[in-house]
């Protein structure tokens, strides 16, 4: 920079010196061919005085030989009466400028070539009266040497006043870019310290007003600056330590699929070691399977369970499209407690409801037996058969409890897989409600077809947990719509009543075991509380999605969408 600096200003100056220098010479050669102009004129008339007679024309044989000087006399026809030189012949000058503008009374001087001294010669010519009355013309010549003379006495000084121009002109450049460069350095070290978290502020001079002003406005900016940059690295630190301390692994992927962050606690779950920032998964990931499915959906919401070295693992991707070098974030979660308490829980509910089925049915037979006794009171009947009601009821949720622990623990993975008919599935469901929809004045309705591979009790279940809440949640004289649509590769079913209608803050936990709305009118609904927790785990089987939308006092629509 210095060095550019310090060529442009000498180059500036050295141009600016070698123009003055051509100008200065050329002013010189025109003022000195003016000054040997105006002498020649003035000798010329200073001559022309001196000559009276004829006679005087002797007297110029004085200049005879002379190389620098010559004198010519003429008459007013051109012819030459006498000539200092006479190393040419004479011959008529009439037709040369400077003898005409004499006889036209406009004598000038003329620059002309010589054929007899060889050379560029000055010529000056005027018309003198002699005291005869006679007119001739007086011309006086001078070499253009002569000019030259005076500038080869000039040149030499014009050198010296250039190299010692050039010199200053280094002198000058050389402090100028100095200055400049330094400036400029230190803006620059101030602006590197900020950028190094020490900020060094510029030494600003108020005897420049321009430079100071912006050397104090540039202070300030780096020192707002520095300060945000520590802001930014003070939040920066407390993020970091927040992200440490998570137990969920937490990976940052940049746009190429390379990791951009990773927190330790998912370098621990992994089992890895290192820094891994800047690199692809294969190196966390040992397994290829798990790796290339993270991979598949990486550019998409996502979100998938898998076992990882005896370990349950929770995976959730987000897509991040606001524009960040992050394109995506993966949250692992170690799912092995979680799925451990789960297994205790399936087991408990398995096992209670084994133990429980043998007493229930039981207690069922024998309710049934006693309510065909004649001899049985009216008052003793009416308490028996609310036991026998109570029995089939909790007969229902202790087999919708198997159902669900045997789903939950995967027991049942490998189904039998034959074509079925959607229509003939919540056909059958709803023939079996028939008696109850009568009871509450329910109508329904039946529209399209769809055949999927599936096994059909488990589509069964699907139809008559669905009808039947369809039933027990609907009003008096409400209505029940089965839609079924085939969409080439899906097949879709949708349940729709005019029922009672659920809250939306409700809606994400109606596949929980149990959860009810309103509790207090359980045992009026009927129902278990685990129909769509069932229905939920035979979809997830099947790879089928299900949607609940519904609004209070209007309805609920259940969509399930099969893969075919």
Known sequence: MKKRIFVRFFSIILASTLLMFIFGLVAVSVNTENVVKGRLIEETKIVALLLDSKDDFQDFKAYEGNDKFRVTVFDTEGNVLIESDTRAELENHSDRVEVQNALNDTPTAVKRYSETFKCEMTYYAMKVELSDGDVVVL????????????????????????????????????????????????????????????????????????????????????????????????????????????????????????????????????????????????????????????????????????????????????????????????????????????????????????????????????????????????????????????????????????????????????????????????????????????????????????TIMADPKKLYEIAQNLCS?????????????????????LAKVCVSDTGIGIEEKHIPRLCQRFYRVDKSHSKKTGGTGLGLAIVKHICALYGATMTIESQLDVGTAITIAFKK
């Open 139 to 450: 011309r006086l010549a001078i070499r253009s040497s002569e000019i030259s003379a005076y500038l080869s006495v000039t040149i030499p000084l014009f050198i010296v006043v250039l190299i010692v121009d050039i010199i200053l002109a280094l002198i000058i450049s050389h402090f100028i870019s100095h200055g400049i460069s330094s400036r400029i350095l230190e803006v620059g070290n101030s602006l590197k310290s900020v950028n190094k978290g020490e900020y060094v502020p510029i030494k600003a001079d108020n005897s420049e007003p321009e430079l100071y002003s912006v050397l104090c406005e540039i202070n300030e900016l780096s020192e707002s600056t520095h300060s945000h940059i520590l802001e930014i690295e003070g939040e920066h630190k407390k993020l970091n330590k927040v992200l440490e301390s998570i137990s969920q692994g937490i990976i940052a992927v940049n746009e190429n699929g390379k990791i951009a962050f990773i927190n330790k606690s998912a370098i621990s779950i992994f089992g890895g070691c290192g820094e891994y920032v800047g690199k692809d998964f294969d190196c966390l990931i040992e397994e290829k399977a798990i790796f290339e499915r993270i991979k598949r959906h990486l550019n998409e919401s996502y979100a998938f369970e898998c076992e990882y070295k005896d370990r349950g693992l929770a995976f959730n991707i987000s897509s991040m499209s606001d524009g960040l070098d992050i394109s995506s974030i993966i949250i692992i979660t170690d799912i092995t407690p979680e799925r451990a308490i789960a297994k205790q829980k399936s087991d408990f509910f398995a096992n209670a409801s084994h133990e429980l089925k043998t007493p229930i049915t039981v207690m069922q037979g024998l309710s049934e037996l006693l309510l065909e006794d004649e001899g049985v009171s009216e008052g003793a009947s009416k308490k028996i058969e609310r036991i026998h009601k109570e029995s089939l009821r909790l007969s229902s949720l202790i087999s919708d409890m198997l159902k669900l622990s045997k789903l939950e623990s995967g027991d049942e993975v490998e189904l039998s897989s034959v074509s079925v008919s959607l229509r003939a599935s919540f056909s059958e469901a709803l023939e079996e409600l028939s008696e109850r929809m009568t009871e509450k004045n329910i109508s329904y309705s039946l529209e399209g077809d769809a």
């Open 469 to 489: 809440n369809a039933v027990n949640y609907n009003k008096t004289n409400g209505k029940i719509q089965v839609e079924i649509k085939d969409e080439g590769s």
